[in-house]
């Protein structure tokens, strides 16, 4: 199976960068990467959090999850 990512917001926001609720937001991006993926029991499953950030004054545009089976 060929990993499965999830992105939260679908379209990075560089205008209004987030500054909080972090995990939250990596969360949302988690549950869109598990939309369609075959068994939520999957042991061994790689999960890779990668964050867009923005140029001072910083935030992250965007946030990023990828499952890796």
């Known amino acids: 199976m ?4 999830g992105h939260w917001p679908p379209q990075p926001n560089h205008d209004h960068p987030f500054h909080d609720k972090h995990m939250e937001h990596f969360e ?12 939520r ?5 790689e999960v890779k959090f990668v964050a867009d950030f923005t140029k001072n ?9 990828q499952l890796v089976p």
């Open 2 to 5: 060929p990993p499965k990512d």
């Open 28 to 39: 949302a991006a988690l549950e869109d990467a598990l939309i369609g993926w075959p068994d």
């Open 41 to 45: 029991d999957s042991p061994g499953t």
């Open 57 to 65: 004054p910083g935030g992250v545009s965007q946030y990023h999850v």
